[in-house]
């Protein structure tokens, strides 16, 4: 969605049959304008709008939304929304290296914490931007009038934050994608997403470690019924170190990202390249297209023993721009990590079985299509030739050693 115009971000709109904000939303009316936001009232536009204007009084819930909303508030704090527990893992490891995570954050050098809170920090919303607004990180602007909404708006809060890897996805924005089935049929976020976002995460190295969290969304939450409803399932239904990700059969390809800096460096236009569009950026950042199977090494996190794989955006000096020169241990997690397109299809390219075809004619490394289907697989001659300071980060993931002895190796 483009940015609002100026006047529409704070325009307070009422309709033909309301008389002042009371009308559009009765509850929060009772606290009254001044209570939340500071300034005078009444008084002149200089005077209302004067230093002591609170532009978004939720920056500080606990005094704003305190005394209503104290248990969430209280939980909240410690969220993963607001607190991206997973982005602290992912920098402590590739600093300290494996065996840490989020718990070790605040051990590390100055140069990546306050860089972290200045810039990766101010993209984590706010109640209001939530609730009331779209995020700033995004434009900001009212969603409907001042108005508190209880469940958050798909399109201007969800979508609006989670664009590229979730958005682009669901709807199928990405030339050659069909939407989402889920998405066709009507499904809004919070109908898989059930959990609790304002609960307390600190106990959660990532967003992937929350399968304990109630309303934690899985595939098998719906279809736990499907595992034997064909051969395909029968053979490939994904358990502790067999089977596939639901993810590899039923995904279409997804937005990849190399070479992500911190200060924003990403933050540029989009580039035609062949017949895709992709975003580009300072410090060689691009978003391109791609579809990589790869090898599940932490099979106590995730089921299945073939995975999805996305190339995640960042590079051994991501936050050199901070004054921090290069991430100490670079190679503690792989930079291609486990992936959950949000473009799930019945039938996708790799479960195309029209004119009598198999699936495995779209996926195995044997027949006529095996060179085509390799390209489906992260294999280390890649990584060697396209990633070279990435070598060692991505051992565990690629699929070389892992393949049935009688298939193709690249």
């Given at each position: 969605?483009?940015?609002?115009?100026?006047?529409?971000?704070?325009?307070?709109?009422?309709?033909?049959?309301?008389?002042?904000?009371?009308?559009?939303?009765?509850?929060?009316?009772?606290?009254?304008?001044?209570?939340?936001?500071?300034?005078?009232?009444?008084?002149?536009?200089?005077?209302?709008?004067?230093?002591?204007?609170?532009?978004?009084?939720?920056?500080?819930?606990e005094?704003n939304?305190?005394?209503?909303?104290?248990?969430?508030?209280?939980?909240?704090?410690?969220?993963?929304?607001?607190?991206?527990?997973?982005?602290?893992?992912?920098?402590?490891?590739?600093?300290?290296?494996?065996?840490v995570?989020?718990?070790?954050?605040?051990?590390?050098?100055?140069?990546?914490?306050?860089?972290?809170?200045?810039d990766?920090?101010?993209?984590?919303?706010?109640?209001?931007?939530?609730?009331?607004?779209?995020?700033?990180?995004?434009?900001?602007g009212?969603?409907n009038?001042?108005?508190f909404?209880?469940?958050?708006?798909?399109?201007?809060?969800?979508?609006?934050?989670?664009?590229?890897?979730?958005?682009?996805?669901?709807?199928?924005?990405?030339?050659?994608?069909?939407?989402?089935?889920?998405?066709?049929?009507?499904?809004?976020?919070?109908?898989?997403?059930?959990?609790?976002?304002?609960?307390?995460?600190?106990?959660y190295a990532t967003?992937?470690?929350?399968?304990?969290?109630?309303?934690?969304?899985?595939?098998?939450?719906?279809?736990?019924t499907?595992?034997?409803?064909?051969?395909?399932?029968?053979?490939?239904?994904?358990?502790?170190?067999?089977?596939?990700?639901?993810?590899?059969?039923?995904?279409?390809?997804?937005?990849?990202?190399?070479s992500?800096?911190?200060?924003?460096e990403?933050?540029?236009?989009y580039?035609?390249?062949?017949?895709?569009?992709?975003?580009?950026?300072?410090?060689?950042?691009?978003?391109?297209?791609?579809?990589?199977?790869?090898f599940?090494?932490?099979?106590?996190?995730?089921?299945?023993?073939?995975?999805?794989?996305?190339?995640?955006?960042?590079?051994?000096?991501?936050?050199e721009?901070?004054?921090?020169?290069?991430l100490?241990?670079y190679?503690?997690?792989?930079?291609?990590?486990?992936?959950?397109?949000?473009?799930?299809?019945?039938?996708?390219?790799?479960?195309?079985?029209?004119?009598?075809?198999?699936?495995?004619?779209?996926?195995?490394?044997?027949?006529?299509?095996?060179?085509?289907?390799?390209?489906?697989?992260?294999?280390?001659?890649?990584?060697?030739?396209?990633?070279?300071?990435?070598?060692?980060?991505?051992?565990?993931?690629?699929?070389?050693?892992?393949?049935?002895?009688?298939?193709?190796?690249?």
């Amino acid at each position: 969605m483009a940015p609002l115009e100026p006047w529409q971000k704070v325009f307070i709109e009422l309709n033909s049959n309301q008389k002042s904000f009371a009308d559009i939303d009765p509850v929060h009316a009772l606290v009254g304008c001044v209570n939340c936001h500071g300034g005078t009232e009444p008084a002149n536009f200089e005077q209302a709008h004067d230093s002591t204007l609170i532009h978004d009084p939720s920056a500080n819930p606990e005094q704003n939304c305190n005394p209503c909303h104290a248990a969430k508030v209280e939980s909240n704090k410690n969220s993963m929304h607001t607190m991206a527990w997973g982005e602290r893992t992912t920098i402590a490891q590739r600093e300290l290296g494996v065996g840490v995570d989020h718990n070790d954050f605040d051990g590390l050098a100055l140069a990546l914490t306050d860089g972290f809170d200045n810039d990766c920090a101010h993209c984590h919303t706010t109640c209001g931007q939530c609730h009331v607004s779209r995020p700033h990180a995004v434009d900001g602007g009212f969603i409907n009038s001042h108005k508190f909404n209880a469940t958050p708006d798909q399109t201007n809060n969800c979508m609006a934050c989670h664009g590229t890897r979730i958005s682009v996805d669901f709807k199928g924005s990405l030339a050659g994608n069909k939407p989402d089935v889920h998405y066709l049929q009507g499904k809004k976020c919070w109908d898989c997403h059930k959990e609790d976002m304002h609960a307390d995460a600190s106990s959660y190295a990532t967003r992937y470690h929350m399968v304990d969290m109630a309303g934690y969304p899985t595939c098998e939450g719906c279809h736990g019924t499907e595992a034997t409803s064909n051969s395909y399932h029968s053979v490939h239904w994904p358990g502790s170190g067999e089977g596939l990700s639901c993810f590899v059969c039923h995904s279409q390809p997804y937005y990849n990202c190399n070479s992500c800096h911190a200060n924003g460096e990403w933050q540029e236009d989009y580039a035609q390249v062949g017949d895709t569009d992709v975003h580009t950026g300072g410090g060689n950042y691009i978003e391109y297209p791609d579809f990589r199977i790869g090898f599940n090494y932490d099979q106590d996190l995730h089921d299945g023993k073939w995975i999805l794989v996305r190339k995640i955006p960042v590079s051994v000096d991501s936050y050199e721009p901070w004054g921090h020169a290069i991430l100490a241990n670079y190679d503690a997690r792989p930079t291609w990590e486990y992936t959950s397109p949000h473009n799930i299809r019945r039938f996708t390219a790799q479960t195309d079985t029209t004119g009598g075809a198999t699936c495995l004619e779209n996926c195995h490394l044997t027949g006529a299509k095996a060179e085509l289907n390799g390209n489906r697989f992260l294999w280390q001659s890649f990584i060697d030739s396209a990633y070279t300071d990435e070598i060692g980060a991505n051992l565990p993931v690629v699929v070389d050693d892992h393949l049935p002895a009688n298939w193709i190796r690249f």
